[in-house]
């Protein structure tokens, strides 16, 4: 059985970049985690091995990526992933969970974002540096709070820095700024009646250029964006609580049970009830 090793983070009063979590693992063949939904950003590094990740699209489309050591690979919060080591030559992987408001900004100058999760350093070289920062966070997880916020910024440097697909943002975060507002605006009132008319008009543009617009940097129209929101978030309810599954609807913005079943088994492919069954954890 593989035995991951953890380290957690043991302070909260950090805004703009936090770390959760780290560790690394070496995983038996075929060793798989998931289907699951994260609330922060996790980055692996693999160190040896192979792998494959499955990454749900904000469309509801299943991407599959087959990996291999020196490569890295990411998770957004809000999105369906699962991840397999290989039967043959399993990974062995170092992984660091983190989230803050300045976290989207460093990964997309990494060229990281959850329509391209895939991370390739320019050299073998730059790869194991990456690969021996992340390592420190576990080796030192008793260090300050204060201290490993910075070297997470240092990590955070270093994976722009190393990265082959890093990007100049200054122009795209000017582009994209409203649609940014939009996707903050959808997470924060999924939970209530939510039209896309009130979406665009917080965001003082026209709906059907905000539709546009949305569905060109998203991926995906509003409205599907909202719905996969309300899901997923249904689904990390059903895996984390005991609460009925009438209350989940309601609490992310289904009144109708029926409405919210019907949903669910067109995005998950089964109903609540029988994707509870087989994905609720278990707790002490």
């Known amino acids: 059985m593989d035995t991951p090793h953890i380290a957690l983070f043991p302070h909260e009063h950090f805004l703009d970049i936090r770390p959760?979590?780290?560790?690394w693992e070496e995983c038996e063949p075929l060793h798989s985690f998931g289907p699951f939904v994260r609330?922060?950003?996790?980055?692996?590094?693999?160190?040896?091995?192979?792998?494959?990740?499955?990454?749900?699209?904000?469309?509801?489309?299943i991407h599959e990526y087959r990996l291999d050591a020196g490569q890295g690979f990411l998770i957004c919060p809000g999105q369906i992933n699962l991840y397999t080591a290989?039967?043959?030559?399993?990974?062995?992987?170092?992984?660091?969970?983190?989230?803050?408001?300045?976290?989207?900004?460093?990964?997309?100058?990494?060229?990281?974002?959850?329509?391209?999760?895939?991370y390739r350093p320019r050299s073998i070289e730059e790869g194991k540096l990456l690969q021996d920062h992340m390592l420190?966070?576990?080796?030192?997880?008793?260090?300050?709070?204060?201290?490993?916020?910075?070297?997470?910024?240092?990590?955070?440097?270093?994976?722009?820095?190393?990265?082959?697909?890093?990007?100049?943002?200054?122009?795209?975060?000017?582009?994209?700024?409203?649609?940014?507002?939009?996707?903050?605006?959808?997470?924060?009132?999924?939970?209530?009646?939510?039209?896309?008319?009130?979406?665009?008009?917080?965001?003082?543009?026209?709906?059907?250029?905000?539709?546009?617009?949305?569905?060109?940097?998203?991926?995906?129209?509003?409205?599907?964006?909202?719905?996969?929101q309300r899901l997923t978030n249904a689904a990390e309810l059903m895996s984390l609580t005991d609460l009925p599954i009438k209350s989940i609807a309601a609490q992310c913005g289904y009144p109708n049970q029926f409405h919210f079943s019907q949903a669910f088994k067109k995005f998950y492919g089964m109903p609540p009830q029988e994707w509870r069954k087989h994905n609720h954890a278990e707790r002490d």
């Open 20 to 23: 959760y979590q780290y560790g």
């Open 39 to 61: 609330n922060h950003y996790l980055f692996h590094y693999i160190i040896s091995g192979k792998g494959m990740l499955y990454s749900h699209a904000a469309n509801g489309n």
């Open 86 to 118: 290989d039967e043959k030559d399993p990974w062995k992987y170092v992984w660091i969970e983190f989230d803050g408001m300045r976290a989207e900004e460093c990964l997309l100058q990494a060229g990281l974002e959850q329509s391209q999760p895939i």
């Open 136 to 228: 420190y966070f576990f080796e030192n997880s008793k260090r300050s709070p204060v201290h490993l916020v910075g070297k997470l910024y240092l990590f955070l440097d270093e994976l722009i820095e190393f990265s082959t697909s890093r990007q100049n943002t200054e122009e795209k975060r000017e582009q994209d700024f409203y649609i940014n507002e939009a996707v903050v605006y959808i997470q924060q009132n999924f939970n209530r009646e939510l039209t896309v008319d009130e979406v665009a008009g917080f965001c003082k543009l026209n709906r059907n250029y905000f539709s546009r617009k949305f569905k060109k940097v998203i991926g995906c129209t509003p409205q599907e964006f909202l719905i996969r």
